[in-house]
């Protein structure tokens, strides 16, 4: 990495958003999840997300960088969306106003604090 040039390196962190914005138009994980189950689309997303790391470990070059962080990003609405919402199905009733705004402030907090940890 340290021979790469910094668009190539800066296409790294784009193709994670590319994943995200096909995933979210191309294949609607709510909608999959109502059809088949939110355990076994949350099971599903995470699955491919176990796959993709561990190729995103051993990968040899930048392309194949690419094409991992693409799946990453594949697996980030199932699960955001289908995750919260299955936890949901476990908490109190009195408890679901405050989890998930909870939930989605933890995880804006870890990308940020993530983003300047590796400025």
Partial sequence: MLCESKKR???LGACFFIGVLVASTVMPVGLL???FGRKWIFIGTLGLLIIACLGFMFAHSIEE???????I????????IVGIN????F????WVPYVQPLVQVAQGMTLILTALYFQ
């Fill in 9 to 11: 390196i800066g296409f």
């Fill in 33 to 35: 999840s109502d059809i």
């Fill in 65 to 71: 960088l690419y094409v991992y962080m693409f799946l």
């Fill in 73 to 80: 990003g594949i697996t980030f609405p199932g699960r955001i």
């Fill in 86 to 89: 299955y936890a949901q199905e």
């Fill in 91 to 94: 908490q109190r009733e009195s």
